[in-house]
């Protein structure tokens, strides 16, 4: 990209070189036009001068005006119209001159930048036009160009969306295969009456309902997944405690928590912090956070939720001091279907979907999250405006758009 841009920059300094044709063309254009100005001149003359022969008030009138010129300025150079005539003539002329040849030479730019243009358009999408001109065809080729940059962003764009869909349905149908083949298989053992006993039967039809059950959670997870990624979802806006909540959910998962040997505390140098948000969500991304800390966070013995305010944004951080996530992974956890866990094996994890689901409901917040991990925490820092800078439309119905009624 370096090098692409350098040459980039090279370009744009360029002037348009005209070719030997060209010159030529504008030669001819510069010959032909001066044959015509002189024949006009010639033509002006000697309609001139027959007017004033035909015209003695005129001739007089002329007489008087070059004899009162020479007396006042005390030169002859009035009494000899051509003295006078000639030089008019002659500005004339080189402004016309110039003129033309400016204008065939600005065609000869556009011709210059209409090639460029088609070259581009063959598919050549990291070429510039790379004349520096001035003018209006100046501004031409930076809107030009502006114009191919963000077309081809738009490219790169479509690109990634289309590998996302891949990857999409790639790990879409790796998720749902794997259970979907077991339940095929013990189911196909009922059916072919392939069960010693109803001890064998039970199982296998427990085994299918489990698996079963995963499957309904990776499309209960993507369907909200789809939906809170949409930019025009509609979120449900109201004033709660945000200590209050964190307080509740804590609460909640405090007997989930006694089994795994996890405490779980609450932080928090303010007694209330009011704030706009969607509890709903909200509750959903802290539920996320604190599956995470249990399927992922080995060993651990303490989950801290930390909240404060600073300035306009409310700051949540949720820390468990479990094993360490590798550095490598930190960028990728908020990735869709990424797990640590490579194996992508349901009995230790999840749908992958977690994460991704508490960032875009974070981002629908206006706020924004991101993970830091080292030997002694690993951490989840949430911002969130204290105030919502959600317009009013996209509060309503988000019950209806986002768990519909079936």
């Given at each position: 990209?370096?090098?692409?841009?350098?040459?980039?920059?090279?370009?744009?300094?360029?002037?348009?070189?005209?070719?030997?044709?060209?010159?030529?063309?504008?030669?001819?254009?510069?010959?032909?036009?001066?044959?015509?100005?002189?024949?006009?001149?010639?033509?002006?003359?000697?309609?001139?001068?027959?007017?004033?022969?035909?015209?003695?008030?005129?001739?007089?009138?002329?007489?008087?005006?070059?004899?009162?010129?020479?007396?006042?300025?005390?030169?002859?150079?009035?009494?000899?119209?051509?003295?006078?005539?000639?030089?008019?003539?002659?500005?004339?002329?080189?402004?016309?001159?110039?003129?033309?040849?400016?204008?065939?030479?600005?065609?000869?730019?556009?011709?210059?930048?209409?090639?460029?243009?088609?070259?581009?358009?063959?598919?050549?999408?990291?070429?510039?036009?790379?004349?520096?001109?001035?003018?209006?065809?100046?501004?031409?080729?930076?809107?030009?160009?502006?114009?191919?940059?963000?077309?081809?962003?738009?490219?790169?764009?479509?690109?990634?969306?289309?590998?996302?869909?891949?990857?999409?349905?790639?790990?879409?149908?790796?998720?749902?295969?794997?259970?979907?083949?077991?339940?095929?298989?013990?189911?196909?053992?009922?059916?072919?009456?392939?069960?010693?006993?109803?001890?064998?039967?039970?199982?296998?039809?427990?085994?299918?309902?489990?698996?079963?059950?995963?499957?309904?959670?990776?499309?209960?997870d993507l369907f909200e997944y789809t939906k809170v990624r949409q930019p025009s979802v509609p979120i449900n806006i109201t004033s709660f405690d945000m200590i209050q909540l964190v307080e509740q959910l804590a609460a909640d998962f405090e007997l989930e928590a006694k089994k795994k040997n996890i405490t779980i505390e609450v932080s928090s140098p303010k007694e209330q912090l009011i704030m706009d948000g969607d509890t709903e969500k909200i509750v959903r991304v802290f539920n996320n956070l604190f599956t995470n800390a249990f399927k992922y966070g080995k060993d651990a013995t303490k989950i801290v939720i930390e909240v404060d305010q600073v300035g306009t944004e409310a700051i949540i951080i949720v820390k468990?001091?479990?094993?360490?996530?590798?550095?490598?992974?930190?960028?990728?956890?908020?990735?869709?279907?990424?797990?640590?866990?490579?194996?992508?094996?349901?009995?230790?994890?999840?749908?992958?979907?977690?994460?991704?689901?508490?960032?875009?409901?974070?981002?629908?917040?206006?706020?924004?999250?991101?993970?830091?991990?080292?030997?002694?925490?690993?951490?989840?820092?949430?911002?969130?405006?204290?105030?919502?800078?959600?317009?009013?439309?996209?509060?309503?119905?988000?019950?209806?758009?986002?768990?519909?009624?079936?």
């Amino acid at each position: 990209m370096q090098n692409k841009s350098k040459q980039r920059s090279v370009e744009k300094k360029k002037r348009i070189t005209l070719t030997s044709k060209e010159i030529s063309e504008l030669l001819a254009e510069g010959i032909v036009t001066i044959i015509l100005l002189l024949l006009i001149n010639v033509a002006v003359l000697v309609v001139l001068t027959s007017i004033i022969k035909n015209s003695p008030s005129l001739e007089n009138a002329i007489w008087d005006s070059k004899n009162i010129f020479a007396r006042r300025l005390d030169s002859d150079f009035f009494w000899n119209g051509r003295n006078f005539i000639l030089p008019l003539f002659l500005l004339i002329d080189a402004g016309v001159l110039y003129w033309r040849l400016i204008r065939r030479y600005r065609q000869m730019q556009l011709r210059h930048i209409i090639s460029e243009l088609h070259y581009i358009a063959n598919g050549n999408y990291d070429h510039r036009i790379p004349f520096e001109l001035s003018g209006d065809l100046s501004r031409v080729v930076s809107s030009i160009n502006g114009l191919v940059d963000s077309t081809v962003a738009a490219i790169e764009d479509e690109r990634k969306i289309e590998k996302s869909k891949d990857e999409l349905i790639t790990n879409v149908s790796h998720d749902i295969r794997t259970p979907l083949t077991s339940i095929i298989g013990y189911l196909g053992l009922i059916e072919d009456g392939q069960y010693q006993s109803k001890e064998d039967l039970l199982k296998y039809t427990h085994t299918a309902f489990v698996k079963a059950k995963q499957m309904k959670s990776l499309v209960d997870d993507l369907f909200e997944y789809t939906k809170v990624r949409q930019p025009s979802v509609p979120i449900n806006i109201t004033s709660f405690d945000m200590i209050q909540l964190v307080e509740q959910l804590a609460a909640d998962f405090e007997l989930e928590a006694k089994k795994k040997n996890i405490t779980i505390e609450v932080s928090s140098p303010k007694e209330q912090l009011i704030m706009d948000g969607d509890t709903e969500k909200i509750v959903r991304v802290f539920n996320n956070l604190f599956t995470n800390a249990f399927k992922y966070g080995k060993d651990a013995t303490k989950i801290v939720i930390e909240v404060d305010q600073v300035g306009t944004e409310a700051i949540i951080i949720v820390k468990n001091n479990g094993a360490m996530i590798p550095k490598q992974a930190l960028d990728s956890l908020f990735d869709r279907f990424y797990r640590v866990e490579e194996s992508r094996n349901q009995a230790t994890g999840g749908t992958g979907l977690g994460l991704a689901i508490t960032q875009s409901i974070v981002a629908l917040h206006g706020g924004y999250i991101y993970a830091k991990s080292n030997a002694k925490w690993t951490s989840f820092i949430i911002h969130l405006p204290v105030k919502s800078n959600i317009s009013p439309t996209a509060r309503n119905n988000a019950d209806d758009y986002l768990y519909p009624k079936n």
